[in-house]
Structure formats: structure tokens, C-alpha cells
């Protein structure tokens, strides 16, 4: 009995709230944001200011959750696109800007608006990433703080985000020489079977229709993209051409859902594009237009008109 007494006396008890700093952010590096962000930085003070270290706040990507959220219910899908859930999205991603001491190079978040995203031009010199699908809060007036204030660019994703226009494309394009990926997938307008039911219809109502202005800008100044991707974009043959005579190096063109060209048209502009490896088409058609010729590459190859043009 003593002895077990003398052992029990000679057993060391650790409190975690005293470990280091950098050992707490090394331990908390492990975690997700997700982990982090709901649990870690309540248990303790010390924990808290650990969290907050720029060294776990150079990254922030919440697309996993989202794409889950998806999966599960599309009624938690619909509050994202209320006020009260973007003011939460954008607290959080202020908080990671602060908290990053200009060492935030990588963001990959939806429903956001312009409050998070001037404050990340304002203070993320060496941002690289930035997906901001989903936002129809963003407007030009902050992409061209992005801009100017992120000059190391070199992946965008403004996929659905309607009050950006060909202006902050070409902007972009002009002050972020190391652009390579841009994603500018639409909503299609199409089907409406195949829209999101979550989404407010007055949001599908304001998709951007000039597609062929974004594509001047996009074969104007953005020379050096290796990837492209503008699903539903409604511009054509003649924005097409202009793409493929300005960015030469693409290696990879998504044109899923474009209606307003058709096969000669790719084909035309796919000659100038050597480097070129994959190439999504629009294999789209409409269902009165399948019951009589079957997919989109016959309806094309029929129809040469403005009118028919899929």
C-alpha cells in the first residue's frame, strides 16, 4: 500500500493549459478549421491565443463543408443565402485576416461579401488562391482592391458571383501577371429542372449576359492561363475566337453548358490551342430539341443559324 501511495505521489500531472505557445500550435496544426474553430480556441485562454497565431491562419478553406453541408440537406443550403449567414462568413474570415499578420495566401470560402474581401486586399499581400464562389456580394469596386493589393494571384474562382463583371477581369488580368486558373462557371438559365432549388430566383434572374465582354477580357489580358473554365458563359463565336487567339497556353477549356456555340466554332478556335489537353463542350440540349435530333452534337452539326446555335 505504501508503495502504490510513494508511485501515485511520483506521477507528474500535466496541465494542458500550460503548454508553450509553440507547442500548442503545433499540436493544434492537426486540427481542421473546422475543429478549431468550434472547439479548440473555447477551452482555454491560452488555447484561444493559440488558435490565433499566424502561423494556423495562413489558409482558410471551408469548401469541404460546404460541398458536405450540400450533400445533406438542402435546407441548410437555403440560409446561406440570407444576410445573417453571410455576416457570419464574414466575421470569420476577418478574424483569419487579423489573425494572419499578412501570411494569408490561400482562401477558399462561399457567401461572402465585400466587407471580407476588401479587408483581405487591404491586408493579404501574398494571397495566391482565391475561390469566392457563391457571392452576390462581391461587387467590381472590391475586386479591384483584389486587384491591386494581391498582386501574386494566381488562382481565381468567382463562379456565380453576379455583380462582378468583364471590368475586375481585366483588372485582374492587368496587376496579377501569375494568374493561371480562372473559374467563371454561371448558372444555367437553360433547364430550369437543372437549377439549384435552393438558389433565389431573382439571384438565377441576374446571371451576366455579355459573355463575349468577359471573354475579350479574359484573351486580352489574361495571356498566361493554363486552365479556363466558363460553364453556362454566354458568350460566342466571336468571344470564343477571341480566347483562343490571347491565351495560347491553355491547357484546359471547360465550355459545359455554352449554347451560344457550336462545334465548327470550338473546332475553329481548339486550332490555335497547341497546348491544349482537355476540352469540356457543351453536350447541352433542351428537351424539345432532344426528342427530335437526339444530343447536342447533331442538333449542332443541323443547324448552323444564329438562332440554332447550341
Same mark, same amino acid.
Given at each position: 500500500m505504501a508503495e502504490e501511495e510513494e508511485k501515485t505521489e511520483s506521477v507528474q500531472v500535466h496541465n494542458w493549459a500550460e503548454l508553450t505557445q509553440l507547442c500548442l500550435v503545433n499540436i493544434l496544426s492537426h486540427l481542421s478549421i473546422e475543429d478549431r474553430w468550434r472547439g479548440a480556441m473555447f477551452v482555454c485562454k491560452s488555447w484561444l491565443q493559440a488558435c490565433k497565431d499566424p502561423n494556423l491562419n495562413s489558409v482558410i478553406?471551408?469548401?469541404?463543408?460546404?460541398?458536405? &453541408?450540400?450533400?445533406? %440537406?438542402?435546407?441548410?443550403?437555403? #440560409?446561406?443565402?440570407?444576410?445573417? /449567414?453571410?455576416?457570419? *462568413?464574414d466575421s470569420m474570415v476577418r478574424s483569419v485576416v487579423i489573425w494572419s499578420d499578412g501570411s494569408l495566401n490561400f482562401v477558399r470560402v462561399r457567401h461572402c461579401s465585400d466587407r471580407s474581401i476588401a479587408l483581405i486586399a487591404e491586408r493579404s499581400p501574398n494571397l495566391q488562391v482565391l475561390s469566392i464562389?457563391?457571392?452576390?456580394?462581391?461587387?467590381?469596386?472590391?475586386? &479591384?482592391?483584389?486587384? %491591386?493589393?494581391?498582386?501574386?494571384? #494566381?488562382?481565381?474562382?468567382?463562379? /456565380?458571383?453576379?455583380? *462582378?463583371?468583364?471590368?475586375?477581369?481585366?483588372l485582374i488580368g492587368q496587376h496579377c501577371p501569375n494568374l493561371r486558373i480562372l473559374r467563371r462557371n454561371l448558372m444555367t438559365q437553360v433547364n430550369p429542372s437543372q437549377?439549384?432549388?435552393?438558389?433565389?430566383?431573382?439571384?438565377?434572374?441576374?446571371?451576366?449576359?455579355?459573355?463575349?465582354?468577359?471573354?475579350?477580357?479574359?484573351?486580352?489580358?489574361?495571356?498566361?492561363?493554363?486552365?479556363?473554365?466558363?460553364?453556362?458563359?454566354?458568350?460566342?463565336?466571336?468571344?470564343?475566337?477571341?480566347?483562343s487567339e490571347g491565351c495560347i497556353n491553355l491547357?484546359?477549356?471547360?465550355?459545359?453548358?455554352?449554347?451560344?456555340?457550336?462545334?465548327?466554332?470550338?473546332a475553329n478556335a481548339s486550332s490555335n490551342l497547341k497546348q491544349l489537353k482537355t476540352l469540356k463542350k457543351p453536350h447541352l440540349c433542351l428537351e424539345s430539341q432532344t426528342e427530335r435530333y437526339g444530343h447536342w452534337q447533331l442538333y449542332d452539326d443541323r443547324f448552323q443559324t444564329d438562332f440554332f446555335r447550341i
Open positions: 478553406d471551408l469548401e469541404a463543408q460546404f460541398i458536405e &453541408s450540400v450533400a445533406k %440537406s438542402s435546407l441548410s443550403s437555403t #440560409r446561406y443565402w440570407n444576410r445573417e /449567414f453571410e455576416s457570419k *462568413i464562389q457563391r457571392c452576390p456580394h462581391v461587387t467590381d469596386e472590391t475586386m &479591384s482592391k483584389i486587384a %491591386s493589393g494581391c498582386p501574386l494571384l #494566381r488562382e481565381l474562382d468567382i463562379s /456565380f458571383c453576379y455583380q *462582378i463583371s468583364h471590368k475586375s477581369l481585366a437549377q439549384e432549388p435552393f438558389v433565389p430566383r431573382e439571384y438565377v434572374d441576374t446571371c451576366p449576359q455579355d459573355g463575349d465582354s468577359e471573354a475579350a477580357a479574359i484573351g486580352k489580358f489574361m495571356p498566361q492561363l493554363v486552365q479556363l473554365e466558363l460553364q453556362f458563359s454566354k458568350l460566342t463565336n466571336k468571344g470564343l475566337a477571341l480566347i491547357e484546359h477549356l471547360d465550355l459545359f453548358g455554352c449554347t451560344n456555340v457550336t462545334s465548327r466554332d470550338i
